[in-house]
């Protein structure tokens, strides 16, 4: 307590302690644990990346602060990426905005877009940071729960829907959507253009795992745009460099929309960091322009490394959801005879030498996640074989 009576954290935090990966990562450190918890890749992006970042800092680009809005290469660069994969079409001056990460571009655009009292539509199990971000902004946070059916998760369009009021700014959308791994198809996204359209809503939309797809395809919603008049104007995409090169501690993110939107977002971001990771800014800027081959080649290697966890889990006894896209898998831990993952995942290390995460965090309605654990499969498939293996334990159990 504070000399005035009052706890040192505001309101608008104080649920939000010390998140589960600190806590879990931590476990994994003092029982030297496989660590499947926290998404970080045990291997570095490309080595061509690399050495763009080391010569920037050589030839003195980026060492001191760049442009507000990032420099214009990757800015230049971010907008190609846009048009190449999707046929989108942005400005780079004013249509594109550089952010430290996408945790940052979240950030700011919720403290850019929402007034206090508005409502968050966010589909739940979410990030963690979705819930911190809405509370920084004031905002009141609505979750659409996403729930299995059959192999994946699925949106359901009624629930959407009925969540939306005269208080709700905006639907704060993640495909392919960590944790479950679901990547939401044409249908799902028309239905949320539309609706956005309908009832004047705006629609931030978190694709960092675009290029980590292995079943069906990646589409932004912004390429809705053409079908519904009005919709560009209410979409703002985030993306970053972390998941696509495997440099998750570069912390370069970016933000594409119309300008008025992008402008909010660069109104808030410009007091939170400033600008960020000069020389990383224009590595980032060489890797977008990496050949098809590299994205189709890390499909590949996640995609192995995503059917050799999910068969060693099966193994194990646990009931798995196919993750089309991201690099994690969820799965039920009930057919173990079990249904709290919190306790799951506090004794998996000493049980198996084997650290995962709980959903239930990603929850509000925290009993929708119970009995959902999410393991990380972005590490190298000896790592992933040798977890497997350890898993195998659980399938043993008296
Ligand atoms: C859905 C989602 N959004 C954003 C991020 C953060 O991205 P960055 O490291 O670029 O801030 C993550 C990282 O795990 C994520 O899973």
Request: proline share 7%.
């Amino acid at each position: 307590m504070s000399r005035m009576g009052r706890p040192p954290l505001n309101r608008r935090l104080a649920e939000f302690g010390t998140t589960i990966f600190a806590e879990m990562s931590a476990l994994a450190t003092s029982t030297g644990a496989i660590n499947l918890g926290q998404g970080f890749p045990d291997t570095d992006g490309p080595e061509e990346v690399r050495e763009a970042a080391v010569r920037a800092l050589r030839d003195g680009r980026g060492n001191q602060y760049p442009p507000g809005p990032g420099v214009p290469e990757l800015r230049r660069a971010v907008a190609e990426h846009q048009r190449r994969f999707y046929g989108l079409s942005y400005d780079p001056d004013t249509e594109v905005l550089v952010t430290a990460g996408a945790t940052e571009a979240l950030a700011a655009s919720l403290l850019g877009l929402v007034e206090p009292g508005d409502e968050v539509i966010a589909l739940e199990p979410y990030y963690d940071s979705y819930a911190a971000g809405i509370a920084m902004a004031g905002g009141t946070r609505v979750p659409v729960t996403l729930r299995p059916d059959g192999e994946r998760y699925r949106l359901d369009p009624d629930e959407l829907r009925a969540a939306v009021t005269d208080r709700t700014r905006l639907i704060l959308l993640n495909t392919p959507h960590n944790p479950t791994g679901t990547v939401l198809d044409r249908d799902e996204l028309a239905m949320i253009a539309e609706l956005a359209c309908e009832r004047d809503l705006l629609v931030v939309t978190d694709e960092v795992y675009e290029h980590l797809v292995y079943d069906g395809e990646h589409v932004p919603l912004a390429t809705f745009a053409d079908r519904f008049p009005g919709l560009r104007e209410r979409v703002l995409t985030i993306s970053s460099a972390g998941k696509t090169y495997n440099f998750t501690g570069w912390k370069v993110g970016w933000v594409t929309g119309a300008p008025e939107l992008v402008s909010a977002v660069r109104t808030a971001k410009q007091y939170l960091t400033f600008v960020s990771a000069g020389p990383f800014q224009y590595a980032v800027a060489e890797a977008l322009a990496l050949p098809d081959r590299y994205y189709t080649e890390l499909a590949d290697r996640l995609r192995a490394t995503r059917d050799l966890l999910s068969e060693g889990l099966r193994e194990a006894g646990l009931t798995v959801y196919r993750p089309a896209g991201t690099y994690f898998v969820t799965a039920d831990i009930r057919p173990l005879g079990e249904s709290d993952g919190f306790a799951f995942c506090r004794e998996l290390p000493d049980r198996c030498g084997v650290v995962a995460i709980p959903n239930a965090v990603f929850y509000d309605h925290r009993e929708e996640g119970a009995h959902f654990v999410r393991f990380a499969f972005c590490k190298r498939p000896e790592v992933i074989r040798e977890a497997g293996a350890r898993l195998a334990r659980l399938a043993n159990r008296p």
